[in-house]
């Protein structure tokens, strides 16, 4: 049996109710799922007036779904995921679509993809950003899958979507698990970011004594300037915020001891796989881990004196060039990982369709996407943003404040692994020759690895 309903959703927590109300919102009827009947009961007070209304009961769900039914996910990833998809195939007719809007680590999806086109029912791996704000106004959303299974979704998915000058921020991103990939590599990204803005913090704190309500209107300049970007946006809110349960800022009394929940060690270890050094991200991995060592951390802390040297404090304006340097280093990485990505897995993305949709509506997002989008519009080949010429013009101006921001780190030892990563990496790249000559001849010395030579053609071993 069929009803007359566009769209279903299942999984009616704060993501889920927030984007079917916003599906409501654009004059297409929708339909939710949840066990719960508590999440059912607020969703249909919320929706009043709308379009939607949901149930507990499966198959009162599948039969108020117009066919072909357009079911979306949004459960915990892993276990849940495959639970749901378990429960409702043997209800779904041939050209049925499902959508994963989770989290879902890539190669669960290939593997469901699989599973029901076996059984003719499509699958799609969308990638959701912008939390639960983003689901009720406006996320970036990134599909992949059979694009005629995207067909039967995109004028839902187009008016749901944040906008950008009216362009909405989502579009078919590739085959297979490309949705999914391409979310984990916004996810690396955001933790790089957010690592970076902290050392910035930690930089303004200790160094130049800055108070929460400097820091909120030094982060409030720069996201007027050419840093704008959501992530910057919030970091100047959460300075303005103080504490319910004492007289301090909120951002003091909170412990420093970041969680996690694997999308950024997820992208961390593809990119190793795959062979793409994506160094700042692996450090905001590791800096999450090493936060989350607190009590190994103090006792350390109490064994080793301050006993460090001192250094030109560097200035405001230096610590906005040593972010922005960071973050277009960043966003470099994550770009060539994708490109690798689609290469080995053979996904077809398109790097200006992602930095089009990654635009507005994600955590990501940032006035320096559309520099990145107008260069691989340019270049659609480009291989890398930093060779790109205006991405380069704004990397050698700034690069001069992220060293001296650097230097400052390092002589009074204060942690900046994601900026001493960039930094690295950035003069690693642009080193037309780099001392792993010595490696080579290392490895070929204890192990007649051979070597290759500077001046000929061939492969090489000395008996050394
Ligand atoms: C988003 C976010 C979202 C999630 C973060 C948090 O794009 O809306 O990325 O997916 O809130 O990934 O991740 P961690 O818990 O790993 O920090």
């Known amino acids: 049996m069929a009803g007359n309903y566009d769209f279903g959703l299942v999984g009616l927590g704060v993501m889920g ?159 297979k698990s490309a949705g999914n990939y391409v979310k984990m590599v916004h996810n690396g990204i955001e933790y790089g970011l957010m690592q970076l803005i902290s050392e910035m913090y930690a930089v303004m704190k200790s160094g130049l004594g800055l108070s929460n309500a400097e820091m909120h209107s030094t982060f409030d300049q720069w996201n007027h300037g050419r840093l704008q970007s959501f992530l910057v946006e919030i970091t100047a809110d959460i300075f303005t915020k103080k504490d319910e349960l004492s007289d301090a800022d909120l951002v003091d009394m909170i412990l420093d001891k970041a969680k996690q929940k694997g999308t950024g060690k997820w992208t961390s270890q593809n990119a190793m796989d795959l062979g793409m050094p994506i160094p700042t991200i692996d450090a905001a991995v590791s800096m999450r881990e090493i936060s989350a060592m607190k009590s190994m951390r103090v006792e350390a802390d109490e064994k080793y004196d301050d006993n460090v040297g001192e250094s030109v404090v560097p200035s405001v304006d230096d610590v906005e060039q040593a972010l922005y340097f960071s973050f277009i280093v960043t966003y470099a990485q994550g770009m060539t990982q994708l490109a690798a990505a689609s290469e080995e897995y053979g996904y077809g993305l398109d790097m200006e369709t992602i930095a089009k949709i ?24 480009l291989k890398s943003l930093l060779l790109d010429d205006t991405m380069a013009d704004m990397v050698k101006s700034t690069v001069g404040g992220a060293r001296k921001v650097l230097s400052y780190a390092i002589a009074t030892g204060t942690s900046m692994m994601g900026l001493a990563a960039s930094v690295s990496y950035f003069d690693a790249f642009r080193s037309g020759r780099l001392p792993l000559n010595l490696i080579q001849a290392q490895r070929d010395h204890f192990g007649s690895h051979t070597y290759e030579r500077t001046d000929r053609e061939g492969i090489f071993h000395t008996e050394w």
Request: charged share 25%; proline share 5%.
């Open 17 to 175: 109710r927030n984007f079917i109300l916003n599906v409501a919102d654009n004059d297409f009827s929708a339909y939710g799922l949840d066990t719960d009947p508590d999440k059912v009961a607020s969703l249909k007070q919320e929706g009043e007036g709308k379009k939607v209304s949901g149930t507990t009961d499966k198959l009162d769900f599948i039969n108020q779904l117009a066919t072909p039914r357009k079911i979306m996910l949004l459960v915990p990833a892993g276990g849940p995921v495959d639970a749901v998809i378990r429960d409702l195939r043997p209800h779904l007719d041939k050209g049925d679509l499902i959508i994963d809007g989770g989290n879902s680590f890539f190669t669960d999806t290939d593997r469901r993809e699989e599973g029901l086109r076996e059984n003719g029912i499509y699958f799609i791996g969308s990638g959701v950003s912008g939390g639960a704000k983003g689901a009720r106004f406006g996320p970036s959303i990134m599909p992949g899958g059979a694009k005629e299974a995207y067909e039967l979704v995109r004028p839902i998915f187009e008016a749901v979507s944040a906008k950008v000058d009216g362009t909405p921020c989502v579009d078919y991103l590739g085959q």
């Open 358 to 381: 990654w635009r507005g509506g994600c955590i990501i997002r940032a006035g320096l996407l559309e520099d990145m989008r107008s260069a691989y519009d340019a270049d659609p080949g």
